[in-house]
């Protein structure tokens, strides 16, 4: 093998993308140890690195900030007290989400509903998604498209949607998690997770449209 294709051979996508999928590896399988031996201040690191987009998940699932910030404490005492559970073969956010999400639905099933789909099928008045604004200090793949008014309408878009929709887009395309890792959080089959996927866009794509011609018209 030449010199010139020794280099690109070391500098391919594949490679690169490998060695990234390594250094994730050994980070997960690091907080692992660190949560297992209860390594001191690394639950303040985990706090600080995640809580942005963990409070934003809360945020967009129950449509309360009140209810997101009282389960964003007890998210993080789940994992103080549970840390040891966590083997590092999956993405640490992924499992943080998903403490997140059984919690949400301990919360609903204490009013009755056993469930998000539940939540979807028979939401009351009481249910319905309240107004809040999101903020967070690294933009997810939604506002690198957006900034501003433009994030605002989406954020209003999102929570016109059903409760179910809404939590895969944000999982998608906020906090950038695969479709896999999104079926493992949600406790679905991946073909569900595509179908609310593709439901979702089809549903928020004409909100998004309406708003933006809304603020044409007001402009």
């Known amino acids: 093998m030449s010199t010139i294709a020794t280099v690109k051979s070391?500098?391919?996508?594949?490679?690169?993308?490998?060695?990234?999928?390594?250094?994730?590896?050994?980070?997960n399988l690091a907080i692992a140890d660190g949560l297992k031996h209860q390594e001191a201040g690394l639950l303040e690191q985990l706090i600080v690195r995640y809580q942005h987009r963990l409070l934003r998940y809360l945020l967009f699932l129950t449509g309360s900030r009140e209810l997101a910030e009282d389960l964003f404490q007890e998210v993080w005492?789940?994992?103080?007290?549970?840390?040891?559970?966590?083997?590092?073969?999956?993405?640490?956010?992924t499992w943080l989400f998903t403490i997140a999400r059984n919690l949400v639905i301990d919360y609903r099933r204490k009013r009755t509903l056993a469930s998000l789909d539940e939540l979807f099928e028979g939401s009351t008045d009481d249910d319905r998604p309240m107004s809040f604004e999101v903020t967070d200090v690294q933009p997810g793949p939604f506002d690198r498209f957006a900034s501003g008014e433009d994030r605002e309408r989406i954020a209003a878009a999102l929570l016109e949607l059903d409760t179910l929709y809404r939590e895969v887009l944000v999982l998608r395309f906020h906090e950038d998690l695969s479709l896999q890792e999104i079926a493992t959080v949600t406790r679905a089959p991946l073909s569900t997770v595509k179908s609310r996927l593709y439901r979702g866009l089809a549903a928020i794509k004409p909100l998004l449209e309406m708003s933006e011609r809304g603020a044409e018209a007001a402009g």
């Open 10 to 27: 070391i500098f391919s996508p594949s490679t690169a993308a490998s060695a990234e999928q390594e250094a994730i590896r050994q980070e």
């Open 77 to 93: 005492m789940r994992v103080l007290v549970r840390g040891g559970q966590f083997n590092g073969k999956a993405r640490f956010d």
